[in-house]
C-alpha cells in the first residue's frame, strides 16, 4: 500500500497526488536526468532548484483548483520516477490533453502506457470527459508508440507547431473518445 494518496496503476505502481513535501525528490529527479527529459521538453531548464518545483506545484494545484489541470507523479514503491497530467482540462466541451514524462531509468518498462491508460479511465469514468488529446513530437518515437499503444489515434502532423531551443518542431496529433476506450 503506498504511503500517497491517488491511483493504482498495477502492483506497486501508483499515480499520486502532489504534495509539497515531494518538491525535493522531483527536484532530484529531473536534476539527475536533464539531458534525456530536455531533449523534448523544454521545462527542465527553468528547474534550477527546490523552489521552482514549489512554484511549479502552486502552478498546477492552482490549475486543479480551477479545473484545468490535474497533476499526478508516477511513483514505484512511493518512489517518484515520472509525471502525468492533464492540462487544458475544457469542461464544457469535456476534453483535455495529456502529457507525460519518465526518468530514462525506467524508460522502455511500459510504465507510461500502463500511466496513460490508468489516466483515461480516471477521465473519462470520473471526470466525466469525452476527448482526450496527446501531442508528440515527430521525433520522439517512444511517446508516438505510447499514444499508439494506448488506443490513441493519429489526428495528423501539425508543422512548425512550437518552437523549441529556437527551432520549429513539428507535433503529432493523437485522440482517444471515450467511447473508443470503454469499448
Known sequence: ??????????????LIVPEFS???????????????????????????DVNSQINYFKLKMTGAANGTDKLF??????????????????????????????????????IISKAVKTLCAYSFEV???NKLTIFADVENIPSNKVALKTGFQLVGTKRQDIIMYD?????????????????
Not at 527529459?37 to 527542465?44: A, G
Not at 492540462?87 to 476534453?95: A, E, P, T, V
Open 22 to 48: 515531494m518538491a525535493e525528490e522531483v527536484f532530484r529527479l529531473v536534476d539527475s536526468d536533464r539531458e534525456h527529459i530536455r531533449t523534448f521538453l523544454s521545462f527542465v531548464d527553468s528547474s534550477v
Open 1 to 14: 500500500m503506498t504511503k500517497y494518496m491517488g491511483l493504482n496503476i498495477d502492483g506497486d505502481l501508483n
Open 73 to 110: 507523479f508516477i511513483a514505484s514503491s512511493d518512489k517518484i520516477i515520472g509525471t502525468i497530467d492533464l492540462h487544458h482540462i475544457d469542461s464544457n466541451n469535456r476534453k483535455a490533453e495529456i502529457g507525460y514524462w519518465i526518468h530514462s531509468n525506467y524508460a522502455g518498462q511500459n
Open 127 to 129: 471526470l466525466e470527459l
Open 167 to 183: 527551432q520549429y518542431r513539428d507535433m503529432n496529433e493523437y485522440y482517444l473518445l471515450k467511447s473508443e476506450f470503454l469499448q
